[in-house]
C-alpha cells in the first residue's frame, strides 16, 4: 500500500516507520527539522528488544502529496486535530479511508466533522513511543493497534500486521477508547514524578495515587455510557486492584499485562521537558468534564490537570515525590 501518516511525531514516526520497513510506502508530513534529519541518517526504529530498523520514508511538510496515498493515518495531538482535518480535507478524494491514531475519546468525530467526504476510522495505538534524537525514536511499552471494523479498514489492518503490529479489529471503539484513557491517565502522574515509567509503578505511594485516578475515571466513563473493555492483555478493570497490591505480587500481575522499557516514560513527560504544549485536557481534562456533566466527583484528575498545567508553565517537572502527589 501506499500510506500517508499525517502528524509525524513519535507515534507517526513508529507506525509509519514500522510499515516502511515492512515494504509499504510511506510518506510521513512533518516538520522541516525532520525531513532534514531523515534524509541525512534515516529513522531509526528501537523496539523493546532487538538491534534498531533504519529506514528511509518520504518526508514533507505539507498534506498535498497524500492525495494518491492508500489511506492516511492521522497522529497530530488532539488540540490540532480539527486544524489537520480541515487540511487533509481540501486535499484528499471522497471515500479515502483516514484513521485516527490519537489519543483521547472523540478524535474520529472532530475529524468527520470537517471531513464528510472521506471514510474517518477511529483507531487506537496502546503502547508508549519517545523520541531519543531528531529522527531517532523508541517504543518503551508493549501492546496492541486496535482499528474500526469495517469493509475500508481490512486492507489498513493486513498492512498494520504485516508490520508486526498485533491489531484488533473492532465495533466498539468508543469503549476501546475509553480503556485506553483509563490507562492514560498515568501519563500525568509520570510526568509529574520525573521518573522511569517502571521506577514509578514500582512504587506503592506511586501506585495508590494512580489506582485512585483510575477509578475515578473507570466510573465517569460507565457514567457515560462508556465502560471499558479488555485490550488483548490489557485489563482497565482490573488495574487499579493490581496496583493496589503489594509490589512483588504487583509485579507478577504486571509482567503477565504489560512488557516496560526500563527507561520509558510518558510522552506528557516528554512534552513537559521539551516545553511543548501536553494533551493534558484530551486526557486527564476529558474525565473532568466528563464528570462534571454526569455528577461523578474527580478530584484526582482534576487536581492532575492544575499540576501539569503548572509544569507546563515552568518548562519542566516538578519531580512530586508520592507524598506530595497523595
Same mark, same amino acid.
Given at each position: 500500500m501506499k500510506l500517508g501518516v499525517h502528524g509525524a511525531g513519535a507515534i507517526g514516526c513508529w507506525l509509519g516507520g514500522q510499515l516502511a520497513a515492512a515494504g509499504h510506502e510511506v510518506v510521513l508530513v512533518g516538520r522541516p527539522w525532520l525531513a532534514e534529519a531523515i534524509a541525512a541518517d534515516g529513522l531509526s526504529l528501537t523496539d523493546l528488544s532487538g538491534p534498531p530498523v533504519r529506514v528511509h520514508p518520504q518526508v514533507v511538510t505539507s498534506p498535498e502529496v497524500l492525495a494518491d496515498c492508500d489511506a492516511v493515518l492521522v497522529a497530530v495531538k488532539g488540540k490540532d486535530t480539527t486544524a489537520a482535518g480541515e487540511q487533509l480535507a481540501a486535499v484528499l478524494p471522497a471515500g479515502m479511508p483516514v484513521m485516527s491514531?490519537?489519543?483521547?475519546? =472523540?478524535? $474520529?468525530?472532530?475529524? +468527520?466533522?470537517? !471531513?464528510?467526504?472521506?471514510?474517518?476510522? $477511529?483507531?487506537?495505538? %496502546?503502547?508508549n513511543v519517545v523520541r531519543t534524537a531528531d529522527a531517532a525514536f523508541k517504543r518503551g511499552t508493549s501492546g496492541p493497534v486496535a482499528v474500526e471494523a469495517a469493509p475500508e479498514s481490512v486492507a489498513l489492518a493486513r498492512a498494520l500486521r504485516d508490520a508486526g503490529f498485533e491489531v484488533l479489529e473492532r465495533a466498539d471503539m468508543d469503549r476501546v477508547l475509553a480503556a485506553k484513557l483509563v490507562f492514560n491517565v498515568n501519563n500525568a502522574v509520570n510526568a509529574l514524578a520525573d521518573l522511569p515509567l517502571r521506577e514509578q509503578l514500582m512504587d506503592p505511594g506511586?501506585? +495508590?495515587?494512580?489506582? $485512585?485516578? !483510575? =477509578? &475515578?475515571?473507570?466510573a465517569v466513563l460507565t457514567a457515560a455510557g462508556k465502560p471499558p473493555v479488555r485490550l488483548g492483555k490489557l485489563l482497565p478493570n482490573l488495574a487499579p486492584f493490581a496496583l493496589r497490591l503489594p509490589t512483588p505480587l504487583f +509485579?507478577?500481575?504486571? +509482567? %503477565?499485562?504489560?512488557?516496560?522499557?526500563?527507561?520509558?516514560? %510518558?510522552?506528557?513527560? &516528554? =512534552?513537559?521537558?521539551?516545553?511543548?504544549?501536553?494533551?493534558? =485536557?484530551?486526557l486527564n481534562g476529558v474525565i473532568v468534564a466528563l464528570g462534571e456533566a454526569h455528577g461523578v466527583p474527580t478530584p484526582m484528575n482534576r487536581r492532575?490537570?492544575?499540576?501539569?498545567? &503548572?509544569? &507546563?508553565? $515552568?518548562?519542566? %517537572?516538578p519531580g512530586l515525590k508520592p507524598s506530595q502527589l497523595a
Open positions: 491514531c490519537q489519543n483521547g475519546l =472523540d478524535n $474520529a468525530q472532530r475529524l +468527520r466533522a470537517v !471531513m464528510p467526504d472521506q471514510r474517518v476510522l $477511529a483507531g487506537m495505538i %496502546s503502547f506511586y501506585r +495508590r495515587v494512580l489506582a $485512585a485516578t !483510575m =477509578d &475515578e475515571a473507570r +509485579r507478577l500481575v504486571a +509482567r %503477565s499485562m504489560l512488557k516496560v522499557d526500563p527507561q520509558a516514560r %510518558s510522552s506528557m513527560w &516528554e =512534552d513537559v521537558t521539551r516545553g511543548k504544549p501536553t494533551e493534558i =485536557d484530551d492532575l490537570v492544575a499540576l501539569v498545567r &503548572e509544569a &507546563e508553565a $515552568a518548562g519542566r %517537572s
